[in-house]
């Protein structure tokens, strides 16, 4: 019996079997924070969110135990709008409680900081995921509240960046404090491209949800994709043929390559190296066009389907990969090698902006973020899907949870990424047939997938006509964006910014959704 | 550092030939989806619209009489339509996609008893600047300023890549730069969120005359997968006048450049296999 499901009678509760993996319990609105907090002590909060059902607001606490395969839901029915906070026992619940609040008009008591996340001038007393609005009408703008503490002291100078940037960049707004060259403070102020994905998924079909997901955000385009389309899988009982398992496997490698690709490059950028961005950005690109050879996509949108692929791989771009594999091998270890042997490109990054692991592990970090603070979490290995468990690979930590340690991370992946796609083209995917139409009906599910940037976890219900009545994404960013302001704050200087962004390499988009 | 410069040698050249020569290499991945009208009947009309995501393929009536409009402008590059009818929906590989007029990424189908699809002739629209004239003040060199108004960022993984050694845009003449009191030429992605409205007027209003603006990817063109949700604005060309739609999700790099150096007067639009018919054609000043 797993851990979790041990764990769940000794707080009073009796979870029942979902789909394969999920233990799902419910309890009295009245002891929902302090159960959550109690599991919380030695399990990872995956995720905190509200939804709406004909009974009213229905609160969910993903958890997640380290060694475990399985994950625990606890909901409970909210009886009003006011629910106790679960952040002052649970310090990574502190943006969901912010979110939850902001898009459903609930109130979380005690919060330390209930102030809004990625709404800017909504007006009040019309929660965005509740609200009715006619059909192109606009919500009036209101006022948009300060959400970022004030820095005062001698000399302290505040400078706001964004959310228009310097390049070709996302959408964002930086407030910077610096006194002199020291940067004092750095808060992010989040929310410009908000879309509200969640509310435009309501009611229609999976086909068209699953084109949302995969542009929630691009750079984990495929990952988020492969999470919804997995939830929808396990909400059937539908399961995928052994081939169609090797192939998003595969694609979901070439996924986390050309994000890193792109990442390490960008952070040789910020220190100036420009030749090492130009080499990082040729392989980009090359993994790109591989994907495109494969898929028809660069970003290998329009491949799955629910069942398994909505077409084979294609045989050419399956020699192209095999091709051009020992090439991209050769070339990124010896990248990898000359840049940990630049001594002016290592010093920028060897104590920049810290995230102790102390600090870091009461945010129940993921992804490459949270490994390089010691974490030792990857849900390919941790909650296997697709091929995962067939394969042989690493998860590479550091626990010093600076620069350095974020970008050695990511050359580490960059490696086991490509050992993993090795493996999967040596046992040569054959080329799948494309699954009838899955018949979905009414059914809830979890699904997930380990995204470049960390576990994406997606929720979603079915109604009984087989469309989605509520979609629930949390990638990545949503988590390891809250450390952000710390970090920054460590010790560094104005010249280091860059190279702090470039390491955290986060997507705005997945964020603000 | 000397090893730096050796290894960056030792790449050779890679750039795109892209404008002089085609680039093969490049266009594994489509940059669009066409229609052939001789491909397609009432039924595969129907089935495509259904199965479309997004308003590209939208359909009225019956197998008996009805009509399908197929709109560029809002096509994400799902791959729906080309598997379902790939007699009728073809994926386009030539990266020259970037139209000058909004109506020229429609196209029209009617149908009815004892006849098979018809196409109709658009009115063309006759928006933008004049070829000539974007020539010659912008066709030696256009500096860019980039506002993403809530994409994907999908978009901005391609655009990063014009800046790499496969692309290289400078070597065309195109630069982004970081203030928009430099800029000719405004170009957005992403579907204009509420939260972005004002920082892209401002941006605009900031740019100088005369300055051109490019609609980058559909999300910018029509709102792709998330139009009509209530935090987003809508089309860009509802707030700004637009000169360049580069349709794609994302457009691919090639597309891009293409999109950008239509703007400038420095390259041509497409003429697809099956063109659609317009509506007095020969008429001047077209495009």
Request: proline share 8%; net charge negative; charged share 20%.
């Amino acid at each position: 019996m797993s851990r979790l499901a041990e764990l769940a009678p000794a707080l009073g509760l009796t979870p029942e079997a979902g789909p394969p993996g999920e233990l799902r319990a419910v309890c009295a609105s009245a002891s929902f924070t302090d159960l959550a907090a109690r599991i919380a002590v030695d399990a990872h909060l995956s995720d905190l969110f509200a939804s709406v059902n004909p009974e009213g607001v229905v609160l969910t606490a993903v958890f997640s135990l380290a060694g475990d395969p399985d994950w625990l839901l606890l909901s409970t029915l909210l009886s009003g709008d006011r629910f106790p906070s679960l952040t002052p026992r649970v310090h990574a619940a502190s943006w969901y409680e912010r979110e939850i609040a902001e898009m459903y008009g609930l109130v979380p008591e005690h919060h330390p900081a209930p102030v809004r996340l990625r709404l800017h001038d909504w007006p009040e007393g019309m929660p965005p995921m509740r609200c009715r609005l006619a059909p192109g009408e606009r919500a009036p703008r209101g006022e948009r509240p300060e959400v970022v503490p004030e820095v005062r002291g001698q000399g302290v100078f505040q400078l706001p960046l964004g959310p228009v940037r310097s390049g070709p960049q996302e959408a964002a707004e930086f407030l910077f404090n610096s006194g002199g060259e020291d940067l004092v403070a750095v808060w992010p102020r989040l929310g410009y491209k908000l879309r509200l994905v969640e509310r435009l998924a309501e009611g229609r079909p999976v086909e068209a949800v699953l084109a949302l997901a995969e542009r929630l955000a691009g750079t984990s385009t495929f990952s988020n994709g492969l999470a919804f389309v997995q939830a929808v899988e396990r909400a059937a009982a539908v399961e995928v043929p052994p081939a169609a398992r090797l192939a998003r496997t595969l694609l979901n490698e070439l996924e986390r390559l050309h994000h890193h690709f792109g990442a390490v490059g960008r952070v040789a950028d910020a220190t100036g190296l420009l030749v090492a961005a130009a080499q990082y950005a040729m392989l980009k690109e090359e993994v790109l066009r591989t994907c495109a050879a494969l898929t028809g996509h660069r970003y290998s949108r329009g491949i799955l389907a629910p069942g398994g692929l909505a077409a084979p791989l294609a045989a050419e771009g399956m020699a192209e990969l095999a091709g051009r594999l020992p090439d991209w091998r050769r070339r990124a270890a010896g990248l990898g090698a000359l840049l940990e042997d630049t001594a002016t490109f290592m010093d920028r990054l060897e104590g920049t902006a810290v995230l102790e692991p102390g600090y870091a592990a009461q945010h129940d970090l993921v992804g490459p973020i949270g490994r390089s603070t010691g974490v030792d979490r990857d849900v390919r290995r941790d909650h296997p899907y697709a091929a995962y468990a067939e394969l042989a690979f690493e998860v590479p930590t550091d626990a010093r949870g600076d620069a350095e340690a974020r970008v050695r991370v990511l050359l580490a992946e960059i490696g086991q990424s490509l050992g993993i796609v090795q493996q999967a083209l040596d046992r040569a995917p054959a080329p799948s047939a494309v699954p009838p139409d899955a018949p979905l009906g009414a059914g809830s599910a979890l699904g997930w997938a380990e995204a470049p940037g960390g576990e994406t976890l997606h929720f979603i219900e079915l109604d009984a006509g087989g469309r989605v009545r509520r979609w629930r994404a949390r990638p990545p960013a949503c988590v390891n964006w809250h450390p952000y302001a710390h970090a920054c704050a460590s010790g560094n200087n104005l010249t280091d910014y860059p190279v702090i962004e470039a390491s955290f390499a986060l997507s705005h988009a997945e964020l603000d959704r | 550092m000397s090893r730096w410069i050796v290894r960056g040698l030792r790449s050779g050249v890679r750039t795109s030939p892209f404008p002089a020569r085609e680039d093969p290499e490049a266009n594994d991945a489509p940059s669009a989806v066409e229609l052939d009208v001789r491909g397609l009947t009432a039924r595969t009309a129907l089935a495509a619209a259904e199965a479309c995501p997004t308003d590209a393929l939208v359909a009225e009536g019956d197998l008996r009489r009805g009509r399908l409009s197929f709109d560029l402008g809002q096509c994400i590059l799902c791959g729906r339509c080309t598997r379902l009818a790939p007699e009728a929906f073809r994926p386009v590989h030539d990266p020259r996609v970037a139209v000058r007029a909004r109506g020229r990424l429609s196209r029209r189908v009617t149908w009815s008893a004892g006849g098979g699809p018809v196409e109709e002739a658009m009115e063309l629209e006759l928006t933008g600047r004049l070829r000539e004239r974007s020539f010659r003040v912008f066709g030696r060199s256009l500096h860019i300023r980039h506002v993403d108004a809530g994409s994907c960022n999908g978009c901005e993984s391609e655009l990063q890549l014009l800046s790499s050694p496969y692309y290289d845009l400078a070597r065309l003449g195109l630069f982004f730069t970081p203030s928009p009191r430099h800029a000719d030429a405004l170009l957005v992605t992403g579907v204009v969120t509420r939260n972005m409205e004002a920082a892209l007027q401002e941006t605009y209003a900031a740019i100088p005359e005369p300055r051109l603006v490019v609609a980058a990817g559909v999300c910018a063109i029509g709102g792709g997968c998330f139009a009509g949700g209530i935090m987003t604005h809508g089309p860009l060309d509802r707030l700004l006048p637009v000169d360049v739609y580069v349709p794609g999700c994302p457009p691919t790099p090639l597309a891009l450049l293409h999109g950008l150096l239509l703007a400038v007067g420095k390259a041509e639009e497409r003429r697809s296999a099956s063109p659609a018919p317009v509506a007095g054609a020969g008429r001047k000043g077209e495009g």
